[in-house]
């Protein structure tokens, strides 16, 4: 009986599944609409009070996501106000909803993926992403990819679609 050769693992293709680039961290939210006056505005005194008073202990470990839910116009220093007191306490945090702060962490993983020894790469990103907006990460992982790659695909090795090849130079 003849032995079954992976020949995709033997070949050159380079294999990206976007679950490398998943964070780790649990991304929570902080919903500002708490902390309104009437559900209508913000008070300085009382949110300076809810800054200095709040158990910023409990997101420890945490990416924290900061908006507002409400139909209410939040001044952006009571933004800064939350990322530095959570900054203060070593807690990653970004201004906006749970999404952005995933696309945000998912484009720093991008940027931090290592590509300096691949020269003339074929990559194949995989499509089946258990992330959310695959489309923003995969073209983010495209950009990155493009100064090192001979070519790049999408999808599966036995079922692919070129996605982009460089010229050859005359």
């Not at 032995?3 to 490398?20: G, M, P, R, T």
């Not at 009571?78 to 484009?107: C, H, P, R, W």
């Not at 070519?151 to 679609?161: A, H, L, R």
Request: hydrophobic letters at 40%.
């Amino acid at each position: 009986m003849d032995e079954i050769i992976n020949k995709v693992k033997n070949s050159s293709l380079i294999q990206i599944d976007l679950a490398e680039f998943k964070p780790k961290q649990e991304i929570i939210e902080l919903d500002l609409k708490e902390q309104l006056w009437q559900g209508l505005a913000l008070k300085e005194k009382d949110f300076r009070q809810y800054i200095s008073e709040n158990n910023w202990g409990e997101f420890e470990g945490k990416v924290v996501a900061v908006h507002c839910s409400a139909d209410a116009i939040i001044p952006t220093w009571a933004y800064m106000l939350v990322v530095s007191k959570l900054a203060e306490n070593n807690i990653l945090a970004f201004t906006g909803k749970k999404s952005f702060a995933m696309q945000e962490l998912i484009k720093k993983a991008i940027d931090e993926y290592k590509v300096q020894d691949i020269e003339n790469g074929k990559f194949i990103i995989k499509g089946c992403a258990d992330i959310p907006d695959p489309a923003y990460a995969m073209s983010e992982l495209t950009k990155k990819l493009i100064p090192v790659a001979s070519s790049i695909m999408y999808g599966e090795p036995c079922s692919t679609v070129p996605v982009y090849k460089r010229k050859k130079v005359r």
